[in-house]
């Protein structure tokens, strides 16, 4: 249903070889998943512990596989320490639910609630850090990671999504919305706003932080969604719609970078069509991970996969995040438990997201 660039139809090439470790199905019993959502673990050999993780989420026609293979984030994993969890859509055309009641709410069921219990399942069991949970996905996988910033943001730290809609926008009886994906829904900030916090009504705890990039000439998800999204997260977080910079060129050349404050970022692809090639490493700086090292101290995980005895416990190594080196652009610099610098290469200052999160901007 949803159109994918040629990058996804080489992934397989993309050599797994070097890994630490490899992919498995989570088989273990991780709470109410009611459309049977598929989960697979990639958790490298080297942790850091308390160990941060991100959920990836493939686009239409894709699977977790496909997903693992054709993204950085494995590699990642193993040089920063981070575990991996790549859910597998349902259905036959491999899309995600982002257009029910039941996964726009919270603990309201659907695909949505199946990724939210397995995360909290990983928290609970594998020494997950529950200050460290992530969502990133192309597509409708950048839908679904949407959804879930607007759904469960207790669960979630920060997002960062590829070609996607804002959140509720393919709200409606069916799967696919033609007006929102050809970017005629248009709607206020406040409306806009309101949509991402009915997912979660009372919520009033630290959202989390969101990341969307968008091409210009986007014709399966026009780039009008990309505007809809910068009205619907500033108004989220209460900032304004001028952004505070805006960066050309950045990450590469044709593409401009714009924040609206510590916790909107919006990224337009000149040129670039449906789907934004993943930037990892930029999604990492987002995250706040590009420091984190895995080693350290020792601690333990649990987990059920394919492969491994039902129940057997491993020992991870724990690490601390470098205290010596000064932290990059974009890189975490404080917040509760951090242990890494607060001190930021030039010309950039660290500035207090949230409690758990100071970034250098």
Same mark, same amino acid.
């Given at each position: ?197 009915? #997912?979660?009504? /009372?919520? %009033? !705890?630290?959202?989390?932080? *969101? ?5 210009? &000439?986007?014709?399966?998800? =026009? ?110 610099? #404080?917040?509760? /438990?951090? %242990? !890494?610098?607060?001190?930021? *290469? ?5 500035? &207090?997201?949230?409690?758990? =999160?100071?970034?250098?901007?």
């Amino acid at each position: 249903m949803f159109g994918f660039k040629a990058l996804f139809a080489i992934s397989a090439l993309i050599s797994v070889n070097a890994l630490t470790s490899t992919l498995q199905q989570i088989t273990a019993n991780f709470g109410s998943n009611p459309n049977n959502v598929q989960m697979y673990l990639y958790k490298p050999t080297a942790l850091a512990t308390p160990t941060p993780l991100i959920v990836a989420m493939h686009y239409c026609t894709g699977t977790a596989q496909a997903y693992f293979q054709g993204t950085n984030l494995a590699q990642l994993a193993d040089q920063h320490g981070f575990m991996v969890i790549y859910p597998n859509a349902p259905r036959s055309g491999g899309c995600w639910d982002v257009n029910t009641n039941a996964t726009l709410t919270h603990n309201g069921g659907s695909d949505s609630l199946g990724i939210a219990n397995v995360v909290r399942y990983a928290i609970a069991n594998w020494g997950v850090d529950a200050s460290r949970v992530f969502a990133t996905g192309t597509s409708s996988g950048a839908m679904m990671t949407n959804v879930l910033m607007g759904a469960y943001p207790d669960i979630f730290a920060a997002g960062s999504l590829y070609s996607g809609v804002p959140y509720g926008c393919f709200e409606g009886p069916n799967a696919w919305n033609s007006q929102c994906a050809e970017g005629q829904l248009i709607q206020t900030p406040q409306q806009w706003g309101d949509l991402a916090r009915s #997912g979660y009504p /009372g919520y %009033t !705890g630290t959202r989390p932080k *969101v990341q969307f990039w968008h091409g210009t &000439v986007d014709t399966t998800l =026009y780039p009008q969604n990309f505007w809809e999204e910068i009205k619907q997260w500033t108004n989220v977080f209460g900032v304004s719609q001028t952004p505070t910079s805006n960066v050309t060129n950045d990450p590469q050349a044709g593409y401009s970078r714009a924040s609206f404050g510590p916790n909107v970022q919006a990224i337009l692809a000149q040129g670039v069509g449906h789907t934004v090639p993943e930037h990892e490493t930029d999604t990492l700086n987002w995250f706040g991970l590009s420091a984190l090292t895995p080693g350290g101290g020792t601690g333990s995980t649990t987990t059920t996969i394919i492969g491994t005895t039902p129940g057997t416990t491993s020992t991870a190594p724990t690490s601390t995040a470098p205290s010596g080196a000064t932290a990059p652009h974009w890189g975490q610099c #404080g917040g509760i /438990g951090w %242990t !890494g610098s607060t001190v930021c *290469v030039a010309p950039y200052t660290c500035k &207090v997201s949230n409690a758990y =999160y100071s970034q250098c901007l």
